[in-house]
């Protein structure tokens, strides 16, 4: 046994897989059909319950390379159908005995079809998921402890970050990565370049940032919400004013957005799947991208120089955002992918070629 | 972008006749090319030579020609139309090859036709293997080892440096024709000669042999400002070296990891951009299953099987955004019609699994050798959806129409593990069947993966359902709720409890477990939908709407494409829906088949994509509650629910179920016809031979004889004596020995066949179709001819008689098809009747241009025919003949004989139509591949029955210049008649003939028996295989003979359009004539 509660009263029971236990979170969907071990790894979804559309997850199993970080930091995963016996040549684990380990709830047997249509309309819900009966002296208790939890009360940036400078990689350019909770496939995309990286925690200063004496900073993906990150802010303002080339990811963009002087605000139920469809306005070339956020950065308030770079397709909001003058690029997107598709790697290249170019000026 | 604004009018070639590798998916393509132009405002000419098509309507294209597929034709259509515009990749591979030739003759350029779409070059690269290989060698991407030989030695030399096994593809062939996997030398040398003969450049490509890997399909689209998505991809439940057209196809993949899903999106993504393709192409890749190695190993420019499935698959209309990114619009710019919000620039993303299972013909052919490979074989497909793997491999299944609905075959059962195991390594289209017994004797996963190479993903899969069918069995029926969910009907259940399936329906009626229904809306979810697209699954939340409150009238369609029933069905089931919503109700449509028309989401107002058997059938009625459900226009699929559909409680529209089974209750039917004073050939039935010889005695020789159950094996014979009747009736007796035999009177004469409409009260005629072959040939594998060309006054009014009359008594409201037999007095007996659509309806309604189904449907919903601005009578004979040609697909099947008889063996037709008969003949047989007058020689084998009747076609064709070659005892006899020929005494020499291009046509009319080892039996597989034409029904020769003899200087013909012929037509109410008053 085990059930999903949510905030509107709806209680979905299925079965539990995974760890036992009990966990409260903000209840989000995503649509990929491939992908599921990165994404149960990827520290953006840290406080929330993941729903997966497609209905058949874990058909083969987990590898640990394709984790997105060391462990686990959503809430509980929710899934039609998980996959008891996977086939693949590279199997660390299966899924069941994966969240066991790790601790996470997974819950099976949800017409996940029906959820999703439910977020869509009603917007991202928040929710308990359990692995134990669903009782119904239980259900005031639970509610009163959903409708009292505030994603927005958490930093989940400083848990997910690491806590003292990692360095990785050899020669070439040093990048500073400020780390906000950062999927390890950004790490990769910039180590295959041939980048020095330094993982930095999300409290450090410019200063701290500008001691390794960085050729670029990296401002990477992570969970929640932009706004309360004021200390990186901040720190990326700092930034900006020392004409470093920056790069902004997915919670990295919004922040770079909130340091120009722009806002943020929630989407309904926002965009995670590996098929959004977004269109660079200054080359007019579509791609189709990997994307997982419910914030957006309004473009209003912008510097002139700072132009939107990227729409969405689908709904028209920025996806990201480039300076004419100066080095800053962001994007909403995941140029990284894992999971998704790799059609806008060559990011990574442009990002390369600007934190170059400042090499060679000095 | 805008659209190219110089584009107003645009050719669209079709792919002609439905054969095994090009079949309906091109119908499909064709008619949402032309929805597609059309919205754009673009004027259509459409080609093809396929009249049961939609896509030939003349209200889907402004102006459509049924003409023969060839340079000649097209071209003249060119000169009359003067199109600016040719979209070349939707017509299949007659299509793609077709343009390649039009170009290749300087047509394109001197009348100025601009190729939309996919660009010559990228086609070239894509299809001619060497291009191919470089090409993708020189973008970084892995092929395996290969090379192109055009002789035997080479290949031989090739493979010793490769060594075996490999894989034979020659270039430029339909579905893989030719093609094989060779694991020795004797194999390659055969696969290989044969291979060279069936590409059309003489090329054949070997291949190192990529066996055991998996196989997966990426299906992509690009548009000319170079934006690249992927629309789904698809895995095949059979690895590497079963063709794809004869695999299951799981949709989306189910064992891939993001890497690797991402790794080979990359790859497509890096062809199609590389190749410049404006549309939508097909990626096949090998994927080794223990590394991340892959291979491209096949690219389609063009839509295909594939892309249709992944249309189906997924909601997005694949061959709709190639018409209009073929006219210059982006992706972006292109909405999604599934969502209406949305933009074409996405990628799908599904939330269930999709299952396509193959259809094969080996219960039309009973060959000893059903193993899958590199040659497709299947005629047609099912699909089905469902929110597990299991479910939708069930309702796949179930869809098959086998007798049975779930994983057990009792004939599979009795086998020894020694058998299954060896089948189970060789890989025959039972394999499902076999590895579910294999399983149920507990054999390892890994044992079955070893022999077969099936991912064990798919395997553990098959297990669960079999411990189920265990668990069900040990079970005190709690656990219906849990079987619903697995995907199982209450027959597959009833059937493990060894219960009766009505107890298991009634249990889960009773406990209120009904299926919901879910949207196919591309998105997963995530976006709303306004595309009521549905399947059904045992979850918790239906989401069926309801737009308004129409009343709702349901169609059932056909299932899939198989011998007998065609994709003449779809025509008149999407007919039949564009009359409903005419009539202002909610149409509803409930098929299976991915291929058609039908399943398109735009064609009914509702499509419920399920499998067409009772239950689920009866489900979904019970959802919709529609005002009533028509059953005539699905073939026997459709008619075969009859019965249970009305119990359910619902109103079939039209001829009632008693009808039906009056017409096919033979004894009902003979006592009916015995009131009306209608003859029908003596027939009785026997259980034993002693009563067999007395009915032999009673009725006389020539007679039909035939098993009433068959499992395999022969199914009908004409016997013209007793030696061979006894013979036959031990053979059917030690086959089948507790079913009865059929013993009919076989009448020699000619053979017609009518198709009316009646209302009730009044009956409608729109023609009567002589065919040109005797009774005996089954009705579907004739040459039929419209208006009739040798019958006599007399003869003619007799059948109308009889056509009113019988459809009259069984109170026909709507169809009925009447096959006729004419004695050699003139005599007229009627042979069956059916009160539901034949798959003549498409070929007469383009031949007189009246829209019968639509007609048919109007009377059905309950109007008259003068409502319908029609009356009781018969047309007038138009100034033109219709013939309709069969066409087969001999060569695809290996060890299948390719002779006609009383069981039908044809898997497409085409129509040919002129003011001539005999050219109108010559026409169709052109299209079917028959051309007549090339080399002006004729191998002919003939046995001493009917020799005496080829005589005088025969003298004919001399006269027309003919040389003959004639097998020993043919050869003597022409000789005793004074006709040279040159002798054949070996099969050799018969191949020299053919390779040296000496041979337009071989007769050969067989003995009796099929005995594989017979050299009759030998020269006509060595005829099929080198694809020269061949007749085994000597009055065939006789029409062509004569026709031949009109155009002794040779065959040169006209092309005119459909809405022309029309227009030669008075307006209909002087159309009619009434016989009967």
Known sequence: ?362 | MPLKNHIKKVLVIGSGPIVIGQAAEFDYAGTQACKSLREERISVVLVNSNPATIMTDTTMADRVYIEPLEVEAIEKIIAKERPDGLLPTLGGQTGLNLTVKLHEAGILDKYGVELLGTPLTAIKNAEDRELFKNFILSIGEPVPESEIVRDLESAREFARKVGLPLVVRPAYTLGGTGGGFVESWDELDEVVSIGLNASMVGEVLLEKSVKGWKEIEYEVMRDSSGTCITVCNMENFDPMGVHTGDSIVIAPSQTLTNKEYQLLRTASLKIIDGLKIEGGCNIQFALDPNSTKYYVIEVNPRVSRSSALASKATGYPIARISAKIALGLLLEEIKNPVTGETVAAFEPALDYVVVKIPCWPFDKFPVKDRRLGTQMQATGEVMALGRTFEEALLKAIRSLEHRREGLIRPEISLLSDKDIGERLKRGDDERLFLIAEALRRGWEVDSIYELTHIDRFFLYKIKNIVDFERRIKESDGCLLPLAKKIGMSDAYIAECRGENIGKVSKERIEKGIFPVYKMVDTCAAEFSAITPYYYSTYETEDEVLDKDNKEKVCVIGSGPIRIGQGIEFDYCTVHAVFAIKEKGYTSIIINNNPETVSTDFDTADKLYFEPLRAEDVVNVLRRENPKGVIVQLGGQTAINLAKRIKDAGFEILGSSVDSIDIAEDRNRFDALLERLNIPRPKGHTALILDEALAIADEIGFPLLVRPSYVLGGRAMEILYNKEEFISFVKYVLGISPDYPILIDQYVVGKEAEIDAICDGEEVFIPGIMEHIERAGIHSGDSTAVYPPFSLSPDVQRTMLEYAYKIAKALNVRGFINIQFAIDKQDKVYIIEANPRASRTIPFMSKATGIPLVHIATRIMLGEKLSDCGLKEGILRDPPYYSVKVPVFSFGKLKGVDPIMGPEMKSTGEVMGIDPVFEMALLKGLISAGIKIGKNYGVILSLNERFREETLNSIVRLKSCGYSFYSTSGTYEWLKSEGIESSRISSLEEVENLFRSRKIDLVVNTPNKGKDSNRFGFKLRRMTVEWQIPMITAIDLLDAISRAVRVYPEGIEYGVCSINDYHKLLPPIEDRIINPWR
């Not at chain 1, 874990?58 to 984790?67: A, K, S, V």
């Open chain 1, 1 to 362: 046994m085990g059930f999903l509660l949510l905030e509107d009263g709806t209680l979905l029971e299925g079965i539990s897989f995974g760890a036992e236990g009990e966990s409260i979170g903000e209840v989000v969907f995503n649509t990929s059909m491939v992908g599921y071990p990165e994404s149960i790894t990827d520290p953006s979804y840290s406080g929330q319950i993941l729903v997966f559309t497609y209905p058949l997850i874990g058909n083969y199993g987990i590898q640990l390379e394709d984790r997105e970080s060391e462990v686990p930091l959503l809430r509980g995963i929710v899934v039609r159908e998980y996959c008891e016996i996977p086939s693949h040549w590279g199997i660390d684990y299966d899924i069941d005995s994966f969240l066991k380990e790790f601790g996470i709830v997974g819950l099976s047997g949800i017409d996940t079809r029906a959820l999703t249509r439910k977020l869509r309309i009603f917007g991202t819900l928040r929710g308990v998921i359990s692995s134990g009966e669903f009782s119904q002296e239980r259900k005031e208790e639970l509610m009163d402890k959903i409708l009292n939890w505030h994603i927005e009360d958490f930093d989940f940036v400083k848990s997910s970050c690491v806590k003292d400078p990692v360095y990785l990689g050899e020669g070439g350019e040093r990048i500073v990565l400020i780390d906000c909770g950062v999927k390890q496939g950004i790490v990769r995309s910039l180590l295959s370049l041939g980048f020095q990286v330094v993982v930095v925690p999300a409290w450090y200063t410019k200063d701290d940032v500008l001691s390794f004496d960085p050729d670029g900073v990296l401002i990477s993906n992570g969970p929640g919400d932009p706004k309360r990150l004021t200390y990186v802010v901040e720190t990326v303002k700092g930034l900006i004013e020392e004409e470093i080339p920056l790069f902004g990811i997915c919670l990295g963009h919004q922040i770079i957005g909130l340091a120009l002087g722009s806002t943020t605000y929630k989407l309904k139920f926002g965009h995670r799947g590996a098929n959004q469809p977004v269109k660079n306005l200054i080359t007019g070339k579509v791609y189709i991208t990997s994307q997982n956020h419910s914030y957006v950065v309004d473009p209003k308030g912008l510097p002139e120089d700072i132009k939107v770079s990227f729409i969405n397709l689908n709904d028209k909001t920025v996806e990201g955002l480039k300076s004419t003058k100066r080095p800053i690029m962001s994007v909403q997107f995941h140029p990284e992918a894992s999971p998704g598709p790799l059609d806008t790697k060559f990011l990574f290249e442009e990002f390369a070629k600007e934190c170059m170019r400042k090499t060679y000026a000095t």
